[in-house]
């Protein structure tokens, strides 16, 4: 319960993102390739959870909702989305900068 991010990596990746509140689009979206989550267990201990570069992603997008952002607000200045047509037709899936 009540995640909250503790610490992240410097280094960032970024990927397109897509969300429910915004179903026909996609945008751009940095975000750390290694995050640190604290939450409450339902015992009411804090468990201490390490993720890293696409669940590090995910978790992130989903604590945002939880503190009222959509991942609009984490794209680039300039930076539109684009339709999920022009999406599905840049020929890149998924993929992490070595």
């Known amino acids: 319960?009540?995640?909250?991010?503790?610490?992240s990596s410097r280094d960032e990746d970024e990927q397109f993102e897509g969300c429910l509140s915004f179903f026909d689009v996609r945008g751009r979206v940095p975000r750390p390739?290694?995050?640190t989550v604290e939450t409450t267990t339902l015992d009411g201990e804090v468990a201490t959870t390490t993720y890293h570069r696409g669940l590090a992603s995910l978790i992130h997008?989903?604590?945002?909702?939880?503190?009222?952002?959509?991942?609009?607000?984490?794209?680039?200045?300039?930076?539109?989305p684009i339709p999920v047509e022009?999406?599905?037709?840049?020929?890149?899936?998924?993929?992490?900068?070595?």
């Open 1 to 7: 319960m009540n995640p909250r991010i503790t610490d």
């Open 33 to 35: 390739l290694r995050i």
């Open 61 to 80: 997008h989903e604590i945002d909702h939880l503190d009222g952002l959509l991942y609009t607000a984490r794209m680039r200045t300039g930076i539109d």
């Open 86 to 98: 022009e999406y599905r037709q840049t020929g890149h899936s998924w993929a992490y900068k070595q």
